[in-house]
Every structure is written in structure tokens, then in C-alpha cells.
């Protein structure tokens, strides 16, 4: 593109309609948030320098969500309309010249490739302003589209001003924008009030531009769903549901197998391998990736977790910053936290949960553990019921676990703690000291038998009672 491209995202509403406590642009659909959406889409046609959001309500949390892309930002500190609010970015570097495209923080579904088209457009038409627009089989409640002769913009006339051939119009106003940045600033700000309202409309331009000579190109977008704005929960769920229908397709695509795939929940970012299967209601969150021949199955929940070739995760587990190794089989009903990082080749079992732990190639943790702040090692063996016991208090400590170790079942350690590589640690043993290699380490109380004490405690217990 031969001229510079400035983006100004509006994102300084309330969103009152949607009866939250939340800037409308900080609600999720499809795993990001409205405004990181349109910023994505924005750096397809934009450096990240040139693009500006418009922030207002909840300013500081909007900023936060997308400030890790290097945007700009330009406060709106009252709402007084569309126009006010483009007018905040005025004094943007690089807004003065080249091209400057309006877009909204809730309309998260425009494509990349229809910001292509409409700076294409644009550049095409000779015009100082290019509208996208729509066509919809009901379009009550949307600015009408009036051409002129040319197939130009005329006008943009809202509903309760329309006349009723007007009103049968089916082409709408998107009110997303591409300006030649010379023609737009000028008009801009001498742009008036509306007398009912007291707010400034961007519609109005168009007008302004016109009395000037100066024209508004068209670009028609064909499918609706793009230029939906959230106003409601309602059309946010719809907003997710497209979202997810497009990446389950795109897996699918790819060569992913995904059952049920109405009950699955994929966040955009998430990637999978040939040959992977998705069971039914699992959900893939965040940055989660999974590789070749992986098989995630029904009801488990993946967040921010990767996953190497023929990991198998079973049914109804939950996985959360956490990297499986290839061949790896975990669950069901296993549980990894943050930080734990499972070899290739070994196995978590049911009722286990890991936190902050690397578990070596080919070791085993089958039943009923908690391992919190450890290393284990390569074939080690963690019998049923055993738990690191990682907090005194206080602090974190850690446990160390060799290779080939087996540790025997309701095992208790007392971290910190080390277990030396192919050492035995007895079942119910609670271990508080270090044990050496190829040691066995046995720490239970004596075993004491008294004969007949349960029989005469029943007696006992009957003679009570009379």
C-alpha cells in the first residue's frame, strides 16, 4: 500500500445495554476480548504505531488488555458521539496524512481481508471517504444508505427521518470508515453538535464532504455477520458462536478429528496436529497446542498447554500451563497445575495432581497423588496415595526423586526432601530425611496387636448402654 494507513478504534462506551459493571469492549468471544479482536485485525493493514484505540470507560483496565501489542491510545474523557470521539486522535503522530480508517471495539468479526478490500477500495474510487457497508433482509433500526447517480454515498439517513421509500432501502450504514486523512480533519472538526442530542456523528461527514465536492466511495460486504456489534449478552454468544464454528472448521480443515463438535469449546488461538481427535465437550482454552495423533478426550478442560505427538489425555481432566511430552498418558480425572512438565512416555493416572513438577520419561504416578514443588525422575514409580508435603506454613520446599525410584503407597513426604535413584521407600512411610541411593527407607511407627480388645469394647459398649 503505497500511502500510510492510521487505525482509530472507538473504545470508549459503556455499553450500557449489556447491564455489566464491565467496559463493553473487555467482554470475551471466542477467548479474547472485543477490542483485542479489532486490534488484531487492525495490525493487518496498520504498524502497531499507527494504530490509536480511543479508550474511555475503565480506560486503565481497556489499556491493559491490549497494551502488549505496542497501539497508542487517546482518552475520551466524556462521550459526546462518534465524531467527538474520532476527534480525540487527532493529534496522533501520522494521523495528519495518508489514509485513516474508523473502526469500532465491539464489532470483533470483521475479517482482515475486508480491511484489505476497503483500503483497496478506497484508493480505487478517487473519493475522500469510503463507507463500508451491508445489505440485510431487515434492516429497522440501521441509517439507510441513498446513492446518487455514481453509486456514491448521498446520504446516510437514520430511520426516524427516513421517508418510507427510504425505509425500504435494505443497504445500511456499517459506520466504518476509510479517509483520506487531508479531507477528513478539517471537516471533522467543524462538524456541529446535533441540536437534539448535543453529540457530534461521524455520519455527518459525509454531508460536510459533499458540500465540498468531495465524494463517498461504497465497498459492500457481502455477509452481515461481520459487522455485528455487541450491544447485549445475546449478541455476544452469538458473536462466540461464530467464532468457534469458524476454528472448529478450520481443525477440522487440517485434518483434526472433532466429535460432537457442537458441544466443543475452542478458543481462536488454540492449534492441533493431523490425526488428533477432540472428544465430546472437551474444551481447548488459551494457548493451548496440541501435535500429531493426540487425543483429548470427553470433558477436559486444556488452558494454556502444549501437548507433543500421541499424548493421550483421558476423559474428565483438567490440564493448565502445563507441556506433555510425546507418548504421554494422563488421566482420567488427573489433574496438572501450572508449571508441572510431564516426560515422554509416562503416566498420570486418576485422582493425581501435579503443581510445579517435572516428571521424568516413563515414570508413573497411577492413583490418588499429590505431587507439589518436585523432580522426578526417569522411570520412577509413585505408588497410590502419596504426597509430597511442599508448605510448612510458610515457604515452599522442594522434593527430589531419582530415577527408577519406587516410592510405596500413602507414602508422606516431608519436603525438603531428596529420594536417591533407585532407592525403595515402604508403603505408609513418612519420610523426613534424605535417602541414599539403591537404599530402602522405611519410617512407620512399631506395629502393636492386642488380642480380644475389639471384643470386650463391644461388651464394654453393651454393658453401658443396660
Same mark, same amino acid.
Request: charged letters at 25%; aromatic letters at 4%.
Given at each position: 500500500m503505497p500511502e500510510t494507513v492510521s487505525v482509530i478504534i472507538l473504545a470508549a462506551g459503556l455499553g450500557t445495554r449489556m447491564r455489566s459493571r464491565r467496559a463493553k469492549v473487555l467482554h470475551r468471544a471466542?477467548?479474547?476480548c472485543l477490542l483485542e479482536h479489532v486490534v488484531r485485525a487492525a495490525l493487518t493493514v496498520a504498524e502497531p504505531e499507527n494504530v490509536t484505540a480511543v479508550v474511555g470507560h475503565q480506560a486503565e483496565l481497556v489499556r491493559a488488555e491490549v497494551e502488549r501489542y505496542g497501539i497508542r491510545f487517546a482518552v475520551q474523557t466524556e462521550q459526546k458521539g462518534t465524531g467527538h470521539a474520532v476527534l480525540q486522535a487527532a493529534d496522533t503522530p501520522g494521523v495528519?496524512?495518508?489514509?485513516?480508517? /474508523?473502526?469500532?471495539g465491539d464489532c470483533p468479526l470483521l475479517a482482515p481481508e475486508t480491511l484489505r478490500r476497503l483500503l483497496a477500495a478506497h484508493q480505487a474510487s478517487g473519493s475522500a471517504a469510503t463507507l463500508i457497508t451491508t445489505h440485510l433482509d431487515n434492516p429497522t433500526g440501521y441509517g439507510r444508505i441513498v446513492q446518487d447517480e455514481a453509486g456514491r454515498v448521498a446520504a446516510i439517513v437514520e430511520e426516524k427521518a427516513a421517508?418510507?421509500?427510504?425505509?425500504?432501502?435494505?443497504?445500511?450504514?456499517?459506520g466504518i470508515y476509510c479517509f483520506s486523512a487531508a479531507a477528513l480533519w478539517p471537516r471533522l472538526g467543524a462538524l456541529k453538535p446535533n441540536p437534539a442530542s448535543g453529540e457530534i456523528y461521524l455520519t455527518d461527514i459525509v454531508e460536510s464532504l459533499r458540500r465540498d465536492g468531495l465524494y463517498t466511495a461504497r465497498c459492500v460486504v457481502e455477509d452481515a455477520k461481520e459487522l455485528l456489534g455487541i450491544n447485549n449478552r445475546v449478541?455476544?454468544?452469538?458473536a462466540d458462536q461464530i467464532f468457534r464454528a469458524r476454528k472448529v472448521r478450520e481443525l477440522q480443515e487440517a485434518g483434526v478429528t472433532i466429535e460432537k463438535p457442537d458441544t466443543v469449546t475452542l478458543d481462536l488461538d488454540v492449534q492441533a496436529g493431523a490425526d488428533s481427535v477432540i472428544e465430546a465437550f472437551a474444551q481447548l482454552l488459551g494457548d493451548t497446542r496440541i501435535g500429531e495423533d493426540c487425543r483429548v478426550g470427553a470433558c477436559s478442560i486444556l488452558r494454556d498447554s502444549h501437548l507433543s505427538d500421541g499424548v493421550t489425555v483421558h476423559p474428565f481432566c483438567h490440564i493448565q500451563g502445563a507441556q506433555v511430552a510425546a507418548g504421554a498418558i494422563v488421566g482420567p480425572f488427573a489433574r496438572l497445575?501450572?508449571?508441572?512438565?510431564?516426560?515422554?512416555?509416562?503416566h498420570i493416572g486418576n485422582f493425581v495432581e501435579l503443581k510445579k513438577t517435572k516428571l521424568g520419561a516413563g515414570a508413573k504416578?497411577?492413583?490418588?497423588?499429590?505431587l507439589?514443588?518436585?523432580e522426578i525422575g526417569v522411570k520412577a514409580n509413585i505408588g497410590a496415595g502419596t504426597i509430597t508435603c511442599n508448605y510448612d506454613g510458610h515457604a515452599k520446599h522442594r522434593t527430589t526423586i531419582g530415577a527408577g525410584a519406587f516410592v510405596g503407597s500413602n507414602a508422606t513426604l516431608v519436603a525438603p526432601v531428596e529420594i536417591g535413584d533407585g532407592s525403595? /521407600?515402604?508403603?505408609?512411610? /513418612?519420610?523426613?530425611?534424605?535417602?541414599?541411593?539403591?537404599?530402602?527407607?522405611?519410617?512407620?511407627?512399631?506395629?502393636?496387636?492386642?488380642?480380644?480388645?475389639?471384643?470386650?469394647?463391644?461388651?464394654?459398649?453393651?454393658?453401658?448402654?443396660?
Open positions: 471466542g477467548g479474547l495528519d496524512h495518508g489514509l485513516v480508517v /474508523v473502526l469500532y421517508s418510507p421509500d427510504v425505509r425500504r432501502i435494505r443497504e445500511i450504514n456499517s449478541e455476544l454468544a452469538e497445575r501450572p508449571g508441572s512438565e510431564i516426560g515422554a512416555a509416562a504416578a497411577n492413583h490418588l497423588a499429590y507439589g514443588d518436585s525403595y /521407600v515402604g508403603a505408609a512411610s /513418612v519420610i523426613t530425611k534424605d535417602v541414599p541411593a539403591d537404599a530402602l527407607a522405611v519410617g512407620r511407627a512399631h506395629q502393636l496387636n492386642k488380642e480380644g480388645w475389639a471384643k470386650k469394647r463391644r461388651a464394654d459398649h453393651k454393658t453401658s448402654k443396660g
